[in-house]
C-alpha cells in the first residue's frame, strides 16, 4: 500500500476539503483563524505536503462547514473498491 498521502484515497479526500472551502467562499486564511493555526497549515495539507489525522480532519470539516461523515463514507467507498479490485 502507498502512504497515506500519496494514497488515491487520500488524495480524492483532500481535493473534495479544497472544493469544499472554495464553495462555502472561505479562504485558507479564513479556515486557518477558525482553527487558530497558521495559514500555512491549511496550505500544506491542502497540497498534501501535510497528512491529516481524523480528529483534524473533523476540525477542518467545522471550519468549512461540511458533513465530514458523508465524506469519509464515499472516502471508505472508494478504499473498498480499490482494495477489492486488487
Known amino acids: 500500500m502507498a502512504s497515506t498521502i500519496h494514497n488515491p484515497v487520500y488524495r ?8 469544499a472551502r472554495l464553495a462555502a467562499g472561505l479562504t ?15 496550505a500544506k495539507v491542502e497540497t498534501l505536503e501535510r497528512r491529516v489525522d481524523v480528529i483534524e480532519f473533523l476540525a477542518l470539516a467545522d471550519a468549512i462547514g461540511f458533513d465530514p461523515i458523508r465524506e ?7 478504499f473498498s473498491q480499490a482494495s477489492t479490485a486488487k
Open 72 to 78: 469519509l463514507k464515499r472516502a471508505w467507498a472508494e
Open 28 to 42: 485558507q486564511q479564513a479556515v486557518a483563524v477558525s482553527l487558530e493555526k497558521p495559514q500555512s497549515y491549511v
Open 12 to 19: 480524492e479526500l483532500v481535493e473534495r476539503l479544497v472544493a
